[in-house]
């Protein structure tokens, strides 16, 4: 439930499904009263588009599934964006491959698989951990994996491109990736370090950030990376033992903690489990324009909850079972859905009257 030092009010509509739902993303709307959501379903392996209207009466609209198409093995990152005036999904799975989509955005109907890939030799021999597509310009997509390599795959009006990055040849996983600029990304993988890569100049990462994960006692590992278009020198990180944190790479070996036990700097005792997946948040209103922006976070432990720096976290949902994934809408910031691990999918509006559990 929210904070007692929260005031505002918000509906949660909880709504069961028939599997397991490990990621969700909402999809560009082309009306304000179609909502149309993407879902990566990990048995049988598939993607799934539902769609729930805004205008009903109904204060609990139902989720309704529009469309699926069968992927090769379970999802193992979900994302979507707009290109040339199409909505995309892209998928990547844990035998390797990258799946792009074309749906319709008035229907939610996935009209086509437009790419494929799953070369074991020239693509990823193991799961890919993360994908991100860089919308601004490029239309470039960054996968990293466990097998330790990098790759950008250029999708082309005619053509698809595959270049590889990095190889560490198993010595090095890599599990989250993110673009910062439109020749820049950051990946991340086990352990709390960071590295930040530059295509102008290739070889390797430009930069790195070194961290411990407590006092070099215990292990962890990176989940989730986001940078805000705003801010692209600063990174913030979600990870093993509850850590969230941002790295700047104007101070790069100095982290600012924001939540979690994870990290060597004093942290605020929030969550201790696993946090999967972090977001900048546009609704929640800055503290101050020196600190990092609003994080919001999901963990196995099951909350969902705003990060500010040296703030109290917000406190959303405390859920008696994990929290997979969540996404905020772009369009509509104050409108969150999460994906839980006993087959639900609920769906948050912030900033109503009155709070409303279905």
């Not at 999802?75 to 319709?104: P, R």
């Not at 709390?192 to 890569?197: A, D, S, V, Y």
């Not at 990176?222 to 790295?247: E, F, M, N, Q």
Request: net charge negative; proline share 7%.
């Amino acid at each position: 439930m929210a904070d007692s030092g929260d005031r505002r009010r918000f509906i949660y509509n909880l709504h069961e499904q028939s599997k397991p739902v490990g990621a969700v993303r909402w999809l560009p709307s082309v009306s304000p009263f179609l909502r149309l959501a993407a879902m990566s379903v990990l048995s049988p392996p598939a993607i799934e588009i539902h769609s729930f209207s805004s205008q009903s009466p109904n204060p609990n609209p139902d989720l309704n599934l529009v469309s699926s198409y069968p992927l090769p093995s379970s999802a193992t990152s979900l994302t979507s964006f707009k290109s040339h005036n199409y909505t995309l999904i892209a998928a990547s799975t844990s035998t390797g491959s990258l799946h792009i989509f074309s749906v319709n955005p008035y229907d939610g109907k996935i009209e086509s698989q437009i790419i494929s890939i799953s070369d074991k030799d020239s693509f990823h021999c193991g799961p890919i951990q993360s994908i991100d597509v860089e919308t601004s310009s490029t239309g470039e997509c960054a996968t990293a994996g466990e097998d330790g390599r990098v790759n950008l795959v250029l999708i082309g009006e005619d053509k698809v491109e595959n270049f590889r990055v990095c190889e560490s040849d198993g010595l090095v996983a890599y599990t989250a990736v993110k673009w910062g600029s439109p020749v820049e990304f950051v990946t991340g993988g086990v352990g709390p370090g960071l590295q930040w890569w530059d295509k102008r100049r290739p070889g390797g990462p430009v930069a790195q950030f070194k961290g411990v994960w407590g006092h070099g006692t215990v292990t962890g590992m990176i989940h989730s990376l986001d940078i805000h278009p705003s801010r692209k020198h600063t990174c913030v990180v979600g990870g093993s033992s509850g850590a969230v944190y941002a790295w700047d790479l104007r101070w790069q070996q100095q982290a600012i903690t924001l939540a979690g036990t994870g990290l060597e700097a004093k942290s605020q005792p929030f969550s201790e489990s696993e946090v999967w997946e972090v977001k900048y948040d546009a609704f929640t209103p800055q503290v101050s324009s020196t600190k990092v922006l609003p994080v919001m976070m999901c963990s196995e432990d099951g909350f969902l909850a705003v990060l500010q720096q040296d703030e109290r976290p917000v406190q959303l949902l405390e859920e008696p079972c994990a929290i997979n994934s969540f996404d905020i809408d772009p369009q509509n910031p104050s409108d969150v859905i999460v994906a839980l691990e006993w087959e639900s999918v609920g769906i948050l509006s912030r900033g109503r009257e009155e709070t409303e559990m279905a």
